[in-house]
């Protein structure tokens, strides 16, 4: 498994939980983490959130199976002898606002929802100015609101309750880079075979110049922002890989700040018409929040540097225009986070890659893999130990609509 995220620790937990204990010789399950402290890492420096509240089907499954896994977590992930976890979840549901333009949009999306289980609720203006008295509701003309399975929790404590519970059942791991691989169609006369098997991974060892190879029958990537970039590594033939993984880091800043007069403890996760987003962060007037910029905008994802003016002149705006208490409030914090994102249509990328037979792909979830990991995970392990999906239908997000160039459009991407 390539990546130790919180995608790649949950495929390997659900490897050892499917396989069970009747096999006299186990799989051997290796997770490679390139960054072990997690100074870079998606899941760490994500907001936690989790919602129903999605626009396609496969997400809101997924949503849902993770809810409730998560909600029984100690049955799944606890160890004997061990603290029980605490995820530190906070109930509070997604508030989404549209404007007039968009009200027949949200309307149609949230009796999709519906359908498909999602307790979920609109509000008219009247409405929701009645439930939180802060808000502007000007050019706000209708809003959903999550009643169930919707809020935030610690992303730290999720991966580490993985890695803990993997590592329990026997799965290995070592900090390292996958830079390179041995196909069979290295040793292949034409060497223009229509498929191939991944036969060697040469990870790079920390502070070395040396690397070390290692068989393997089964490669997962879960390399999250960088998954795209690992298809190009060395040793995979060029014309196996068209066409290429469409995944990208995409940088987003999070600012936190302080508002002494700001939403209460009944504050939801609200996403502005505008696209800015914030939520409680803790008790005491701590909140935080961002946005997405427009695509001829983004910043330069070669480092995590903060832009601080982003808030000052982006962001603050917003929020000030919607909760005219923010209009005091005082930045105390920021950091900034990559998005493993698909740039083909903002969907995670499940499955068996079609040319490269053992190369199974869990990535590109566009900041919703966090709350997605636990039912990512099952699935794609399903598909290695029993050949289909049992629990989850997600074909869809196989890598057939890339070849075909049909995208799975999510209008729910914040």
């Given at each position: ?68 896994f998560l909600r029984d977590i100690n049955e799944h992930l606890g160890v004997p002898n061990e603290p029980p976890i605490d995820i530190q979840f906070q109930p509070s549901g997604y508030l989404f606002l549209a404007s007039p333009q968009n009200a027949a949009a949200l309307e149609a999306t ?26 502007n509701t000007e050019d706000v003309a209708v809003a959903s609101y999550g009643l169930e399975d919707e809020g935030w929790f610690d992303p730290w404590t ?257």
């Amino acid at each position: 498994v390539v990546g130790g995220g919180v995608v790649g620790w949950s495929v390997a937990y659900w490897l050892k939980v499917l396989e069970g204990g009747r096999r006299r010789h186990g799989m051997r399950v290796l997770v490679v983490e390139r960054d072990p402290m997690y100074s870079r890492a998606s899941t760490v420096l994500s907001v936690g959130g989790i919602r129903q509240q999605f626009s396609l089907r496969e997400n809101i499954q997924m949503s849902r199976f993770s809810a409730s896994f998560l909600r029984d977590i100690n049955e799944h992930l606890g160890v004997p002898n061990e603290p029980p976890i605490d995820i530190q979840f906070q109930p509070s549901g997604y508030l989404f606002l549209a404007s007039p333009q968009n009200a027949a949009a949200l309307e149609a999306t949230v009796q999709f929802q519906r359908d498909e289980g999602v307790q979920v609720t609109l509000l008219s203006p009247t409405q929701l100015k009645a439930k939180f008295p802060w808000i502007n509701t000007e050019d706000v003309a209708v809003a959903s609101y999550g009643l169930e399975d919707e809020g935030w929790f610690d992303p730290w404590t999720l991966l580490n309750a993985f890695r803990r519970k993997a590592t329990s059942l026997g799965v290995q791991s070592c900090s390292g880079e996958v830079r390179a691989f041995v196909t069979s169609a290295n040793h292949m006369m034409p060497p223009t075979a229509p498929s191939a098997r991944i036969k060697y991974v040469h990870i790079h060892m920390p502070d070395s110049l040396e690397y070390q190879p290692v068989a393997c029958a089964i490669v997962v990537n879960a390399a999250g922002a960088w998954a795209g970039k690992l298809l190009e590594a060395e040793g995979l033939p060029r014309g196996l890989c068209r066409p290429p993984l469409p995944i990208q880091p995409r940088k987003r800043y999070v600012f936190t700040w302080h508002c002494p007069d700001g939403p209460g403890l009944s504050c939801p996760f609200l996403i502005d018409t505008s696209g800015a987003y914030f939520r409680r962060d803790g008790f005491a007037g701590n909140y935080l929040g961002g946005m997405s910029p427009p695509e001829e905008e983004e910043p330069d994802p070669s480092d995590l540097s903060v832009d601080h003016n982003y808030f000052q002149e982006q962001i603050w705006p917003r929020l000030a225009r919607r909760v005219p208490a923010f209009e005091s409030l005082r930045v105390q914090g920021s950091w900034a986070g990559y998005y493993d994102y698909n740039t083909f249509d903002q969907n995670g990328v499940l499955g068996p890659h079609p040319r490269l037979e053992n190369l199974f792909l869990a990535a590109g979830f566009s900041g919703h893999g966090l709350q997605h990991s636990p039912a990512a995970g099952r699935a794609v392990a399903e598909l290695v130990l029993r050949g289909r999906y049992e629990t989850l239908d997600l074909r869809r997000l196989g890598w057939d609509r890339l070849v075909a160039g049909q995208p799975l459009q999510e209008h729910g991407v914040v």
